[in-house]
């Protein structure tokens, strides 16, 4: 796994391309695949990709890294892109991995959805 080829007849596995940053291989490949969105690899020759970890996303395919989460949002493992914190909730980090991460508006205040602060 993390190389691929489209030639027949070959010889070794050395032979075969070594799958770039933001892509991998399968076993058997006969071209690399861009990591999907959510996942990332930086490194040559992967045969898979890594999940972004909690508290970042990645909206592209065929990235080297994920992105940090965005104020007034969580992402979870894997994220695809961020969610915004419910209505009555806010936060201003950019590494919530889950809705418990958002604030609790106080009493008096409110917060729309996605929000930084309360009001």
């Keep these: 796994a993390g190389s691929y080829s489209s030639a027949t007849?070959?010889?070794?596995?050395?032979?075969c391309t070594d799958a770039t940053p933001g892509h991998f291989a399968n076993t058997g490949s006969t071209q690399q695949t861009?990591?999907?969105?959510?996942?990332?690899?930086?490194?040559?020759r992967q045969g898979e990709c890594t999940s972004c970890a909690g508290g970042t996303y990645q909206d592209q395919g065929g990235k080297t890294?994920?992105?940090p989460c965005e104020a007034g949002s969580y992402c979870a493992v894997?994220?695809?892109?961020?969610l915004p914190c419910e209505a009555g909730?806010?936060?201003?980090?950019?590494?919530?991995d889950e809705p418990s991460d958002c604030t609790d508006a106080s009493p008096g205040h409110f917060a729309t959805t996605g929000s930084t602060q309360q009001t």
């Design 9 to 15: 007849h070959l010889a070794a596995a050395s032979e």
């Design 34 to 44: 861009p990591c999907a969105k959510g996942s990332y690899t930086n490194a040559y």
């Design 65 to 67: 890294a994920c992105k």
């Design 78 to 82: 894997g994220a695809a892109a961020p």
């Design 89 to 96: 909730s806010y936060s201003s980090a950019t590494n919530n």
